[in-house]
């Protein structure tokens, strides 16, 4: 489906979709109801670009990805919606020719590499075996120079070839899952919070990675992740997820300079400044039953705004009120022109106070310090691998 | 051997050398506790039973200076040692003057072979119906009737080797009764007696199979579902491999680790059991050997077969235990 | 915590649900009674009255479209007795149905010798050979009231002998197994706690025990001192019965020992007695229990083989005996299949519970066994 570009796109011209989730939905079943994971998830991801997809814990973000995947085991389930890849629906295709699809349409950079990896395997053999499967077998010859270069690409060295998972550090064996997801050319890879696992030097190496690795293939990729710091570095649109349900889907740019939702407005606003001193603020009210949603918008419980029709009426789906920019929200109404209007900036919106603010300390604190050696900035002796500085700054302290 | 450290290797030598040393003792011991001195009973046989035999009085005199029958005690246990290192376990006393060691050495094909091939067999078939209960893709007949059949798993070797014994042989008559090989059939390489022995080694084999495949299913099967887990192996599915391959090489292969470690330390139950039913089978190994020593209260050829049980059951957990590190490669780079 | 894309069965459920309920007021799934839904805890806020009440919502079923029809609601109930088994793992049929079975068959030697003669079990004056109530024997002789299950060829009424001998056989298993498994706590909590050289010397002296064959030490003693008591024989068993547990023990305490809660109660100064006994035992329980039915099997077992051997004590009545007497006279060949029949019907009826009780066992320590 071809779109016309506006604001904030990732390419001039039409794009193109690869990837459309429409009302997805994926339950639990516990003794008590179902559990609804992800109720409801619908986005479009474009060719080339990068989608990331925040939330905090529990908000069904990996929930939503495995559910994309075809990863559900039981007592999971998907309780419907729609998955198209290139035209193709997801959903419909059978065991073997969803089997046979895998990793080439789709991959994963799993979250934690440390257990991702079959122990009795060397490394050269997990690669080889999708390689294998997908396209038949090759001489011993031609396999090796495939893996080696796909060695080169993520930056590992070629003596790794044949050595056993537990030999490896943490960050090349993530390493090694990103070239294994780039082993065939897939059309989207989905990465799983893939530097949440590591240490701050090891995070900034392979998020480095990942971005050549994106540049060089120009594959489309959706970003699970909550360290927003890095979201914002990597990432041309976020998602943000609460509950199961997505609540806002923004260019990068726009998410961080001017939230629409009420949650990520919080969700911004939280992460520490560097620059400047300024009170937490805290989400106040109560988390509902995951198996019983309240009627009307997700967010009511915690929302400083909830109004009457937010706990009868679910948010129209979705109202863009900018190009590239849609929420789900009541907040934004369409005014007399036409155009959105949001009522916090009218004054209509009402404050009931969920949200709480929390003092900051004495100045004796060192809360979050503006100095460059705390955090890592500039690429002072952190590049043991070579892959070479393409800007990215570890942001310890920014994350959630 | 490649990838072994040297401390493992050294640390199982040791633990053979002790087991092999502590079990010799063992059984040079406990005749010596009982009431009565068992070297009078066997030099009482011995004589009794040398009447008919020339040169009666050498071998007796021969046997008791092998044995220090009239030295002191840590000297005796000395000279035994020395005895034991190469296999000389004196005379039969039930069958003098044939050496105890002739007696086992005849034997001890017969088990091996049986003993090599049921456990083999017993080991492959339990862990993979234990995987196969387990496998999201097994057909629903087999996970539901494979633990069915582990009841049988319930009944001891004897038991079961009774059982069959009636029903195949006693009654149905599809198979021979007992023995290693038929009566009219001479030993040899030759198709005949290959086929005899085969014949004759399937209801004790079979024995020993149906109930000891029922231990490795269930291990298997608990760790398997903890493999199942793992995130490797939802790896392995979004890749999209094919899932027979998915079972044997992410999910068999290291679910089996632990297993092969509980194999080192099942075989001393699984060698007893095969002894009870080569006894009842009546064939040709040291089973039976053992349990006409017992009749006949042949203690050299009781002492003598137990050892060399041990001594096998102690070589073959030694081997097990070196096959672990080529296996396990996170074993291999260690010390 | 976040949720890895990459769900396993359960702990996609338990994170799922742990990380989203209500942090506040509202109880965990699985201990709410069904019918029960969770409500919004009364929070300074007034939105307990909105959320969902009502029939529980089983899988599948329409969640909250009108009133659930009464099929609806039976499936609901089943569907949530069948997840309440998730609740308590010590009730599962496996575990009551071999513990059942066990209990009967000692009811039987207890009541048994109270009502039934067991005098009979020595000799008696009936006819040889007779079987059961409602067979022929070959001399077409049937079976009598007196001896519902037959006599053996030496005249002993099989009832008789299942009344004492039954009993005699759990005996010997489960006095070998409690000395076994005494020892091996001792010891294995000794190697996994203290370490250092006490650890080595157990576990190579463990490792070296475990590969001496039981059978072949007891032949020799048996044959070295005769006729042994039933309680001489469990004794012996038992020196043999202890390297599992002590190994399975030693391998926990080694793993536990590392865990935050022992830290803490090292820290607060417990005493050692003090946290092997009240911090780790009680998270051993299940284990424990599955180690000393092993033993308990691995008793019977061993003890049965010496018996069918010949071994064993002679003049006390066991099931291993009776059929090694049974083979020796050539019954098999008779069809006299009473003879070796029930006994050897009794003993798998033994081991099958404990079978059960081990595959309950199982489920027990580990829950992911536990299938919906």
Redesign the interface.
Same mark, same amino acid.
């Given at each position: 489906m071809e779109k016309p570009t506006g604001e904030g796109s990732a390419a001039s011209g039409t794009r193109r979709s690869v990837l459309e989730v429409s009302d997805l939905k994926v339950y639990y079943a516990t003794p008590t109801g179902d559990v609804r994971a992800c109720d409801g998830v619908t986005f479009t991801l474009y060719e080339g670009e990068t989608l990331g997809l925040v939330g905090e814990s529990g908000s069904g973000k990996s929930t939503a990805t495995s559910g994309v995947l075809q990863l559900v085991s039981p007592p999971g389930r998907i309780a419907g919606g729609s998955v198209v890849m290139d035209g193709q629906d997801m959903l419909a295709l059978d065991e073997e020719a969803l089997r046979r699809s895998r990793w080439r349409t789709l991959s994963l950079i799993p979250q934690g590499a440390m257990n991702s990896l079959n122990p009795t395997m060397t490394i050269s053999a997990q690669i080889r075996d999708v390689i294998e499967t997908h396209e038949g077998r090759a001489s011993k010859g031609e396999m090796r120079t495939r893996v080696l270069e796909l060695f080169r690409r993520v930056g590992l060295p070629g003596r790794i070839h044949d050595m056993y998972p537990h030999e490896l550090s943490g960050g090349m064996k993530q390493r090694v899952c990103i070239a294994m997801a780039i082993a065939l050319d897939p059309t989207v890879i989905v990465a799983d919070e893939a530097t949440s696992a590591l240490d701050v030097v090891v995070q900034r190496v392979v998020a480095q990675t990942l971005a050549k690795v994106r540049e060089e293939l120009g594959v489309s990729m959706i970003m699970i992740g909550h360290d927003m710091g890095l979201m914002a570095q990597m990432v041309d649109r976020i998602a943000v997820m609460y509950a199961g349900r997505i609540v806002e889907i923004a260019p990068v740019r726009r998410m961080f300079e001017r939230p629409a939702h009420p949650y990520s407005r919080i969700l911004i606003e939280s992460i520490p400044s560097l620059t400047e001193r300024r009170p937490m603020r805290v989400l106040g009210g109560i988390t509902h039953d995951p198996r019983h949603p309240p009627p009307g918008c997700i967010f009511q419980m915690r929302c400083e705004h909830a109004m009457d029709v937010c706990r009868s009426d679910p948010p129209p789906r979705p109202q863009e009120i900018a190009p590239d920019h849609e929420v789900h929200c009541h907040l934004w109404r369409r005014d007399a022109n036409g155009e959105f209007v949001d009522m916090r900036d009218t004054g209509e919106a009402p404050r009931t106070g969920a949200v709480t603010a929390v003092v900051a300390r004495d100045p004796g604190d060192s809360l979050a310090r503006a100095d460059g050696d705390l955090v890592g900035g500039g690429s002072a002796g952190a590049d043991p691998e070579g892959v070479g500085d393409s800007g990215i700054e570890a942001t310890e302290g920014a994350s959630r | 051997m490649k990838g072994i450290p040297t401390s493992y290797l050294a640390n199982r030598l040791?633990?053979l050398v002790?087991?092999v040393w502590?079990?010799a003792t063992?059984?040079w011991l406990?005749?010596r506790?009982?009431p009565?001195d068992?070297a009078d009973i066997m030099l009482g046989r011995m004589a009794s039973g040398a009447g008919s035999v020339a040169n009666a009085d050498a071998i007796l005199a021969s046997f008791q200076a092998r044995f220090g029958l009239d030295d002191p005690l840590w000297l005796q246990y000395l000279k035994y040692l020395k005895n034991i290192v190469v296999f000389d376990f004196g005379l039969s006393t039930a069958s003098f003057p044939t050496e105890v060691s002739t007696l086992v050495a005849r034997a001890l094909p017969w088990t091996l072979g049986l003993m090599i091939l049921s456990v083999v067999v017993t080991f492959v078939i339990g862990n993979l119906l234990g995987a196969l209960m387990v496998w999201e893709r097994s057909p629903k007949l087999v996970k539901v009737a494979i633990p069915a059949a582990?009841?049988f798993?319930?009944?001891?070797p004897?038991?079961s080797g009774?059982?069959l014994?009636?029903v195949f042989a006693?009654k149905l008559r599809w198979l021979p009764l007992t023995g290693a090989y038929g009566i009219n059939v001479e030993p040899g390489w030759n198709s005949a007696f290959v086929l005899s022995v085969l014949e004759h080694g399937i209801l004790p084999a079979t024995a020993i199979v149906v109930v000891t495949f029922?231990f490795w299913a269930?291990g298997m099967?608990?760790l398997m579902?903890?493999v199942? %887990?793992?995130?490797?192996v939802?790896?392995?599915?979004?890749?999209?491999?094919?899932?027979r391959?998915i079972l044997y090489?992410?999910m068999i292969?290291?679910a089996i680790l632990p297993q092969i470690t509980a194999f080192a330390?099942k075989? %001393?139950?699984l060698?007893?059991?095969q002894?009870?039913v080569e006894?009842?089978f009546a064939y040709n190994g040291m089973g039976k050997l =053992?349990?006409d020593a017992? =009749?006949d209260?042949d203690?050299p050829v009781?002492?003598g077969?137990?050892f060399v049980?041990?001594l096998i059951?102690?070589l073959s957990?030694f081997l097990v235990d070196l096959l672990y590190p080529l296996?396990?490669?996170?074993i291999r780079?260690e010390g | 915590m976040n949720e890895p894309i990459i769900s396993r069965p359960e702990s996609g459920t338990d994170e799922a649900v742990r990380d989203a309920l209500p942090t506040t007021g509202a109880p965990a799934p699985g201990r709410t009674a069904s019918g029960e839904s969770t409500p919004g805890a009364g929070a300074p806020g007034t939105l307990s009255g909105t959320v969902a009440v009502g029939a529980v919502h089983p899988a599948g079923a329409g969640a909250g479209d009108g009133v659930p029809s009464r099929a609806d609601a039976r499936a609901a109930r089943r569907h949530a007795r069948r997840m309440r088994r998730f609740d308590n793992p010590w009730l599962d049929p496996k575990l009551l149905w071999g513990v059942g079975i066990l209990l009967a068959i000692i009811a039987v030697g207890l009541v048994g010798r109270y009502a039934w003669d067991t005098e009979m079990v020595y000799t008696g004056s009936a006819p040889l050979k007779l079987p059961p109530v409602g067979f022929e024997n070959l001399r077409k002789q049937p079976g009598v009231g007196e001896h519902p299950l037959g006599t053996d060829g030496a005249v002993r009424d099989m009832l008789s002998l299942i009344i004492v001998g039954a009993p005699n056989t759990l005996f010997v298993g489960l006095v070998a197994s409690t000395i076994g498994m005494t020892v091996g706590i001792l010891l294995g909590f000794s190697a996994g706690f203290i370490g250092g050289r006490v650890d080595d010397v157990i576990r190579v002296f463990s490792d070296v025990m475990i590969t001496i064959p039981p059978l072949l030490i007891l032949v020799v003693v048996q044959a070295s001192f005769g006729d042994v008591s039933l309680t001489l024989m469990a004794l012996l068993i038992a020196g043999f019965v202890w390297q599992s547990p002590t190994r399975l023990i030693r391998a926990q305490v080694l793993s536990m020992r590392e865990s935050g809660y022992v830290q803490m109660a090292r820290l607060s100064g417990a005493s050692t007695f003090d946290i092997m006994f009240r911090e780790m035992m009680p998270n051993l329980v299940p284990y424990l229990f599955g180690s000393f039915i092993a033993s308990v099997t691995t008793s019977i077992v061993t003890a049965v083989g010496l018996e069918v051997l010949g071994l064993g004590p002679q003049r006390i009545p066991t099931l291993g005996r009776t059929i090694y007497e049974a083979i020796n006279s050539g019954a098999l060949i008779q069809n006299l299949w009473w003879w070796w029949g029930i006994p050897t019907l009794l003993l798998g009826i033994m081991f099958i519970a404990l079978l059960l009780i081990n595959l309950g066992l199982d489920e027990v320590s580990n829950p992911r066994l536990r299938k919906a």
């Open positions: - | 040791v633990t002790l087991t502590i079990a063992l059984i406990i005749p506790l009982s009565v068992p582990m009841v798993t319930s009944i001891p004897i038991l009774l059982l014994m009636w006693a029922g269930l099967r608990g579902i903890t199942q %887990g793992e995130d490797y939802q790896l392995a599915k979004a890749k999209g491999l094919k899932a391959y090489r992410y292969r290291n330390l075989i %001393g139950l060698i007893a059991g002894v009870l006894r009842i =053992l349990y017992i =009749l209260q203690f009781i002492q077969v137990s049980i041990i059951t102690a957990v296996i396990d490669p996170r780079h | -």
